[in-house]
């Protein structure tokens, strides 16, 4: 009979890290003043400032293409030797016709390499990373790229339309000893739980509305923390930084002092506010901004979370390497600040909804 006293962390035969990084947000930003001046509504306590807006030209796979690019500029290695390519989003421009494979033709990663697009909600991207970790690990490739990347919908009106923002992460993962921030281990937490999903052919998702909070984010956010800290043994205090999935600034911050973290453990990754809940990019983003100023021997954890419902959790620790990679590309602080407001009238044209029969 199988001992579950301590739960079965993901470990890989071969250690193995992050050896680049990257993310991208758009430049515009849609107040949430401004979704509260159309539908009369205040922000519902969500703290929310401002979200990211992608362009008309911008889609996931653009947005994933610059993630990409920013990451191979920190890894410093020719992207033919990438073995696979996997995007995680909810908001894949094809419903027949692969994102990864067009990701990788730009980034120069064809046609030696495996390809594929990856489905959880908003845990799209650590679901790929993930992935990345096993083949990395397993030895079948010397580098494999991750990504997490939207373009989040919400219906008009809907409270969604305060955090749905855009934008994502990409990281690309290799050996261990070359690696910027080494992935001490990771567990990943699901069920089948109904807070939110959208149907086939239903232009935008639907709230499970009572099963958000307990029975979904915070249940699964919290099992997966905890699993993986009893599991290599670590506590609250052992880490630096903190990230977890935003769908706003409350979820976060309660879940994070229900763990035992401290408000200063959170703050550097915690965005929602200034570009929105950027779905599968959500945590990834929020990892990024942690390791552009993370310093050698922090330890970082990440824990995501998908509707439907599952959490991942994994370990890291920033390395030697990289302080000096900070500067190779563009930082996420970079795109916060590169900003230009829209109105709601923009921000409805951009998103295509207004449509004429």
């Known amino acids: 009979m199988t001992d579950h006293k301590v739960p079965p962390i993901l470990k890989p035969i071969r250690d193995v890290g992050i050896v680049g990084y990257g993310a991208y947000i758009p430049r515009y930003r849609l107040p949430a003043s401004e979704v509260a001046r159309i539908w009369k509504a205040g922000?519902?306590?969500?703290?929310?400032?401002?979200?990211?807006?992608?362009?008309?030209?911008?889609?996931?796979?653009?947005?994933?293409i610059e993630a990409a690019r920013n990451a191979l500029a920190r890894a410093e290695?020719?992207?033919?030797?990438?073995?696979?390519?996997?995007v995680g989003s909810e908001s894949h421009p094809y419903a027949v016709k692969p994102t990864s494979t067009v990701v990788a033709e730009a980034?120069?990663?064809?046609?030696?390499?495996?390809?594929?697009?990856?489905?959880?909600?908003?845990?799209?991207?650590?679901?790929a990373i993930q992935a990345a970790i096993g083949f990395v690990g397993s030895e079948m490739a010397r580098f494999a790229l991750a990504i997490g990347m939207d373009t989040a919908?919400?219906?008009?009106?809907?409270?969604?339309?305060y955090t749905a923002g855009a934008g994502g992460a990409a990281f690309l993962l290799g050996p261990a000893e070359i690696s910027l921030a080494?992935?001490?281990?990771?567990?990943?937490f699901a069920t089948d739980t109904p807070d939110f999903f959208r149907r086939a052919n239903e232009k935008y998702p639907e709230h499970g509305e009572r099963f958000t909070g307990e029975p979904a984010y915070f249940k699964h956010i919290t099992s997966a923390a905890q699993a993986l800290m009893q599991a290599i043994e670590a506590s609250p205090s052992d880490y630096q930084h903190v990230v977890f999935h935003q769908p706003n600034t409350k979820f976060p911050q309660r879940v994070g002092r229900a763990l035992g973290f401290k408000p200063e453990q959170i703050e550097t990754g915690l965005l929602v506010p200034l570009i929105g809940n950027t779905y599968a990019g959500s945590a990834l983003v929020g990892l990024t901004a942690v390791l552009d100023v993370a310093k050698p021997g922090d330890r970082i954890l990440l824990v995501s979370y998908g509707s439907g419902a599952g959490s991942d959790a994994i370990?890291?620790?920033?390395?030697e390497?990289?302080?000096?990679?900070?500067?190779?590309?563009?930082?996420?602080?970079?795109?916060?600040?590169?900003?230009?407001?829209?109105?709601?009238?923009?921000?409805?044209?951009?998103?295509?909804?207004?449509?004429?029969?």
């Open 107 to 127: 980034i120069g990663a064809t046609p030696h390499t495996q390809a594929a697009d990856w489905e959880f909600a908003c845990k799209a991207g650590t679901e």
């Open 43 to 64: 922000s519902g306590g969500l703290l929310i400032e401002e979200k990211a807006v992608s362009g008309l030209d911008e889609d996931v796979i653009t947005m994933s």
């Open 315 to 319: 370990s890291l620790r920033a390395t």
């Open 321 to 357: 390497l990289l302080p000096e990679r900070h500067n190779l590309a563009p930082q996420t602080q970079d795109y916060i600040a590169r900003r230009t407001e829209i109105d709601y009238a923009t921000y409805a044209r951009f998103r295509g909804k207004l449509t004429m029969k």
């Open 77 to 86: 290695i020719d992207p033919s030797e990438i073995r696979a390519v996997w």
């Open 182 to 188: 080494t992935i001490e281990s990771s567990y990943s």
């Open 153 to 161: 919908q919400a219906r008009p009106g809907d409270p969604l339309e």
